[in-house]
């Protein structure tokens, strides 16, 4: 599967989606497209869709926890939506779930950090 991030925009968020593998050779890439992307929108919150990612590895979780510290400053969250049971199995023993939440659903992530329905 080829290594591929897509970006949506909600209200006053993103939905970060990745698909096959989120690992060094990808991070500074979708870094960089991230920034861009939260410079022109200035979103609060971020979702991260795992459902594709097949590998992730220290950079990549690296990656999702520096975008949780930028919208920490502005008062906004993160979460994680659709993970597949291998990003679940990672993001556990990452400790990551210590900090952000995993939601079923776009609808129940707004409904949680109070962005407008």
Do not use: Q
């Not at 969250?77 to 990452?94: D, E, M």
């Amino acid at each position: 599967m080829e290594s591929k991030i897509r970006i949506t925009p909600f209200e006053d968020g993103l939905v970060i989606k990745f698909s096959g593998e989120l690992d060094s050779s990808k991070t500074m890439l979708y870094r960089d497209k991230i920034h861009r992307e939260m410079t022109s929108s200035g979103p609060r919150f971020l979702l991260f869709d795992l459902k594709d990612c097949s590998f992730l590895d220290s950079a990549g979780i690296g990656l999702i926890l520096g975008r949780f510290n930028e919208v920490e400053k502005v008062a906004g969250g993160c979460g994680f939506i659709h993970l597949s049971p291998y990003a679940r199995k990672v993001i556990k023993i990452s400790g990551l779930f210590s900090v952000m939440k995993e939601y079923s659903s776009l609808m129940e992530f707004r409904k949680d950090m109070g962005v407008k329905l």
